[in-house]
């Protein structure tokens, strides 16, 4: 029986403590920094389960999404295909190695921004600091 024990333990402890660091939440916020003009940017961002369909953002605005990531499997996939004018890209806004790059963990989980501006996209964990991602020259 003591065999048994200790696995039902860390299964009740794991699953019935909702806010352990195990089941942090993740916030993606897409933003818009590119002019209005020639158009506004236009955002579909999904995964294998999930399609926001597609979102109008105009200067300054953002769109967000707040998921619990795959810890066990690790295969938490998001993309997001981004259309400006006659350019356009698609690509990952979140997986694990970029929760890695762009996750600052805190009491309610973490954040990553991913800023579209005319030269390419940036990336932030705390909207301080950005680094290039990805540019505009098609699909990567």
């Known amino acids: 029986m003591s065999r048994f024990f200790l696995p039902l333990l860390i299964m009740v402890f794991c699953f ?10 993740v916030t993606v916020h897409i933003i818009s920094a590119v002019p209005d003009q020639p158009t506004p940017l236009t955002v579909r961002c ?9 979102h109008t ?3 300054r605005q953002e769109f967000l999404w707040r998921f619990v ?15 400006w004018g006659s350019k356009q890209n698609i690509f990952d806004v979140y997986n694990d190695r970029i929760g890695l ?17 005319s ?3 940036y990336i932030s964990r705390d909207k ?13």
């Not at 795959?70 to 997001?80: A, I, K, P, S």
């Not at 950005?130 to 990567?140: I, L, N, S, Y």
């Open 101 to 117: 790059v762009c996750g600052q963990f805190s009491d309610s989980g973490h954040n990553c921004y991913v800023e579209a501006r």
């Open 46 to 54: 999904q995964s294998k389960d999930d399609d926001f369909g597609n």
């Open 69 to 83: 990531p795959d810890f066990f499997l690790g295969r938490t996939v998001f993309f997001c295909h981004f259309y």
């Open 16 to 25: 019935g403590h909702a806010s352990s660091s195990i089941f942090y939440k």
């Open 119 to 121: 030269d390419a996209f």
């Open 128 to 140: 301080k600091i950005w680094d290039e991602f990805h540019d505009w020259k098609g699909f990567m």
């Open 57 to 59: 953002l105009y200067y």
